[in-house]
């Protein structure tokens, strides 16, 4: 059996954090809270889908409002391209948001820039040019790998709002903390799956309410299988410690709600 990781409040999650590096919190809001949410991320996506299906994944950006932020690969809108963003990040409760500082040793905001709503397709529906996330560390974002490169102090929110890990993509997670930046020729397929068998990983079942957290150090990829049947959306929203690192110069910031 692989492992299980066990539904944890605040003051167990910021332990998790601390260990493993992730923390499954079921039920972390209301229903009718991110019944909002999510309708507000479907409605651009519903947009999305006929600019990808109409133009093709690549020139789907033509036709979003200036500005947008768009990742093809896993048709990735900005957090911002969101009606109403700030307000609906309110419904995460301030107790989460608190867990931030705790873990990372200060005052820290949201990195507006590195927040996203995304998507993944199980094989049968994904286009060309869309892919699954390969292993890596969050908390790399920047890195160069070259000698003496470093991980980011970072706490990533990751919110689905549709099934994610049985009938829709999910998030595999290795649970040997990595306390450095992992070099990029130790995360492809081969030499990862020594080092960390995938047998041995964590593939999380979640539900809309919940909320995945993620400590910047910790490794992970999609979750995907041939035979999932639906389209996974969620959200990543990424907390990272203030004055911020030359790394995210010049990103838009919110302060943590609540
Ligand atoms: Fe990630």
Known sequence: MPPA???LDAVAALAALRGPGFAHVPRAFAPADIATLTASVMAEYDRLEVLIANEGVDRAAAGLPPGTRYQPAAASLGLDAIP?????LGIVPATLWRLAPELLGGECAIDVDISWARRQYPPHLRRAGQAPHMLHQ??????TFAPGSTLMPMLV???PLTEAGIERPGIECILEPQPELVPLAALADAAAEVRWPTAKRL????APGGVLLIAGPHLHR???TADMTGIRTSLEVRVVP???S???AGHTTMTLPG
């Open 203 to 206: 593939r999380p079942s979640m």
């Open 242 to 244: 203030l004055p911020l």
């Open 157 to 159: 929110f990751w919110i």
């Open 84 to 88: 109403g963003w700030r307000d609906l």
């Open 5 to 7: 990781l066990p539904a």
């Open 246 to 248: 030359p790394r995210l």
């Open 138 to 143: 969050d908390g790399a974002y920047g890195a």
């Open 222 to 224: 999609t979750h995907v």
